[in-house]
């Protein structure tokens, strides 16, 4: 597994970033499950980019894997603090979208909840290269969202309806926690005045029970891969409301058209290659009830990566968060219907 960056030559479990107690932690860990031998010494790099959690890649004796913990205090500059069972969850998240879209997920290898660790593939990032990095790097290819469009539309459609898969995620309140506070609760204390669309907007998607929800399928969450993309950290995972990973993923593709404005054309390809395969996939509902709460949410989640507890790192100046203001608050007291109403008239921002 890749993320945004990783510490370059790897430390010895010597090293000072990678405590004693969860060096013993992983090893035993790694030797229950036969990853690696006992009396092995591992060589632990953590990696960068992730807030929920600790992940290292593990280099030992029979090969490198990548191991990952959660944390019940967020790396954010806000109080944040998330039920550490969720990563039970997305452990379960990645062994459903392993049965059914293999190539869209590293392999899972092994868990262990009381640890409350998993070990799964490591990808190489030289093979693997983050999302996010390509399109800030302004390589945008309306075929790679046409791409996550396609895989998160089969793993919504492969879930969808199902009450034994809803049974065995339980995980409103961890949703609740890491997605519809976050996000919309808490930024409806900073804009009192549409308080009641944002905590309506929350209370609607927490109410819904259609298909395995990702939760963060964000650009950073996905690897472009050689056989198409790769989704990682489902650490939100929660049978619920499909619409809020449709308006995630498509919210990132609007807000980099701020900083990266010579390539709008093709992050707006971009957008509406996503949606066009999604809902190709996507038929487990009317595509107009679906599509009419993300449209509804879009706007919802862009004022939130301002005036949220996780502001994205790349709009630093208010000028251009001011833009998203204007553009989100009229859409969020008068919501949308569709998606392409919302494309169309970000075009003209």
């Not at 005045?193 to 996905?222: C, F």
């Not at 996503?274 to 190709?280: I, R």
């Not at 208010?318 to 203001?325: F, K, L, M, Q, S």
Request: contains cysteine; charged residues 25%.
């Amino acid at each position: 597994m890749s993320k945004d960056a990783a510490a370059s030559p790897p430390p010895t479990t010597s090293d000072p970033e990678v405590a004693v107690d969860v060096q013993v932690l992983i090893s035993g860990f790694l030797v229950r499950h036969g990853l690696a031998a006992a009396g092995d010494t591992l060589r632990c790099t953590p990696l960068e980019g992730g807030v929920s959690s600790d992940i290292w890649r593990i280099d030992t004796g029979l090969g490198t894997v990548c191991v990952k913990r959660a944390l019940p205090k967020l790396k954010v500059a806000a109080d944040w603090r998330a039920p550490i069972s969720r990563n039970t969850y997305e452990w379960a998240w990645l062994e459903f979208a392993a049965r059914h879209m293999p190539k869209a997920v590293p392999a899972p290898l092994a868990h262990d909840p009381q640890a409350g660790l998993f070990a799964m593939a490591w990808l190489d990032p030289g093979r693997y290269p983050v999302w996010k990095r390509q399109l800030l790097d302004g390589r945008v290819e309306p075929e790679t969202a046409r791409s996550v469009g396609t895989v998160l539309g089969r793993i919504h459609f492969a879930s969808a309806h199902d009450p034994a898969l809803a049974a065995a995620f339980p995980t409103l309140s961890n949703f609740h926690a890491l997605r519809l506070e976050p996000y919309l609760l808490a930024t409806a204390t900073r804009h009192p005045d549409l308080a009641t669309r944002l905590h309506g907007l929350a209370e609607r998607t927490g109410s819904k029970q259609i298909a395995l929800v990702h939760g963060d399928v964000s650009p950073k969450n996905i690897l472009v891969g050689p056989d198409g993309p790769i989704l990682l950290d489902a650490e939100c995972a929660w049978y619920g409301d499909p619409a809020f990973d449709i308006a995630f993923c498509l919210n990132h593709l609007l807000l980099k058209g701020l900083v990266r404005s010579e390539l709008r054309g093709k992050l707006t390809a971009s957008f509406e290659a996503f949606v066009k395969a999604y809902f190709a996939e996507a038929r487990f509902e009317p595509r107009s009830d679906l599509e009419a709460r993300a449209a509804a949410l879009l706007p919802a989640l862009m004022l939130a990566r301002v005036d949220g507890k996780s502001p994205v790192e790349y709009l630093r100046d208010e000028a251009r968060r001011d833009t998203v203001r204007h553009f989100a608050r009229p859409r969020i007291a008068a919501a949308p219907s569709t998606l392409e109403e919302v494309v169309r008239d970000w075009i003209s921002v």
